[in-house]
């Protein structure tokens, strides 16, 4: 996103979700022409259990993890390398 929105904010609980996906974000599978996929459940699920986050907390960590990569995963493909549009 270029610009953040004016109504944007960080919350402090949102640093969890993002230390989570920073040490997640490699652990995926990475295509021959270059495509990412999303991390897996295996590799979100090992990382809350060395947290110890369980019950209802890996419910929410799960979902928010995999929303952050999805935005991740639209984000690259809207740019023209991964289009196919670049060289």
């Known amino acids: 996103m270029p610009e ?3 109504d944007a904010e960080v919350e402090p609980w949102h640093g969890l979700y993002f230390r989570a996906w920073e040490a997640l974000r490699f652990d995926r599978f990475y295509g021959a022409l270059g495509g990412e996929t999303p991390i897996s459940y295996g590799a979100i ?4 259990d060395d947290h110890g986050i369980t019950g209802d907390d890996f419910a929410d960590f ?6 952050l990569d999805a935005e991740w995963l639209q ?4 740019k023209p390398k991964h289009r196919g549009a670049g060289a």
């Open 4 to 6: 953040v929105p004016d």
């Open 45 to 48: 699920s090992r990382y809350a």
């Open 62 to 67: 799960v979902h928010f993890v995999q929303a």
């Open 75 to 78: 984000h690259l493909a809207s």
